[in-house]
């Protein structure tokens, strides 16, 4: 069983930056970045492959997000700059061992507990 605590999430104002941790209690996985605004369905944001040679984003956060990872601590981070208000939503970090169709919830297993981010 793979745990995932995240941490980084907070309010700032638009044009700001925010990291998110996503720290996991194995490797060997690829991770992936969700989100779920108020109202919204849980999106897909990002997504990063096992060992990190491997992103990928969805428009609205390409350019502005990185998606990145410690592997000596197994931690994955999400740089997030240029912060706009339609940002706003509960992120959450997931861990994926199929590593196929990473923009889609199915692909994961483990779920972090989501961080709350406010723009």
């Known amino acids: 069983h793979v745990q995932l605590v995240e941490s980084g999430g907070g309010s700032v104002q638009a044009g700001g930056s925010l990291r998110l941790s996503c720290g996991a209690t194995?490797?060997?996985?690829?991770m992936g970045w969700f989100r779920q605004a108020p109202g919204k369905e849980r999106e897909g944001i990002t997504w990063?492959?096992?060992?990190?040679?491997?992103?990928e984003y969805v428009d609205s956060v390409k350019d502005r997000f990185t998606i990145s990872q410690h592997k000596a601590d197994n931690t994955v981070y999400l740089q997030m700059n240029s912060l706009k208000p339609e940002d706003t939503a509960i992120y959450y970090c997931?861990?994926?061992?199929?590593?196929?169709?990473?923009?889609?919830?199915?692909?994961?297993?483990?779920w972090g507990q989501g961080t709350q981010v406010t723009v």
């Open positions: 990063i492959s096992t060992g990190g040679g491997t992103t």
């Open positions: 997931a861990a994926s061992s199929i590593c196929s169709g990473l923009f889609t919830e199915s692909a994961y297993r483990y």
């Open positions: 194995s490797s060997g996985l690829c």
